[in-house]
Nanobody, 123 residues
Framework: QVQLVESGGDSVQPGGSLRLSCVAS????????IAWFRQAPGKEREGISC????????TYADSVKGRFTASRDNARNTGYLQMNNLKPEDTGYYYC????????????????WGQGIQVTVSS
């Protein structure tokens, strides 16, 4: 059984922080890039970050740059997304994905997906 499971979603006030985790099972993520996508109601799924499998280099969407940090711990088969200074527009359903993307923010580039987790930012 190959799966990714997200955790750490919650409801927070603007300016708050959350840390999402993505634990892989059924495969090892060592050779995979790990990306995070999100989807707000009525919006298309948006790629927000990607961390490579080689040099751990990271890429971010402009909307989260400077606020979100992607990381990974291959020994724990886990990817992370630290989200700081959260804004209401960050509200959405967050997904992690693993694959070998040529274009990091394109969902079809990824082989495995988590089922998603809700993040709500409101005052």
């Amino acid at each position: 059984q190959v799966q990714l499971v997200e955790s750490g979603g919650d409801s927070v006030q603007p300016g708050g922080s959350l840390r999402l985790s993505c634990v892989a099972s059924g495969f090892t993520v060592n050779y995979y890039s790990i990306a995070w996508f999100r989807q707000a109601p009525g919006k298309e799924r948006e790629g927000i970050s990607c961390i490579s499998s080689t040099d751990y280099s990271t890429t971010y969407a402009d909307s989260v740059k400077g606020r979100f940090t992607a990381s990974r711990d291959n020994a724990r088969n886990t990817g992370y997304l630290q989200m700081n200074n959260l804004k209401p527009e960050d509200t959405g359903y967050y997904y992690c994905a693993a694959g070998f993307p040529s274009i990091w923010a394109v969902a079809a580039q990824y082989d495995y997906w988590g089922q998603g987790i809700q993040v709500t930012v409101s005052s």
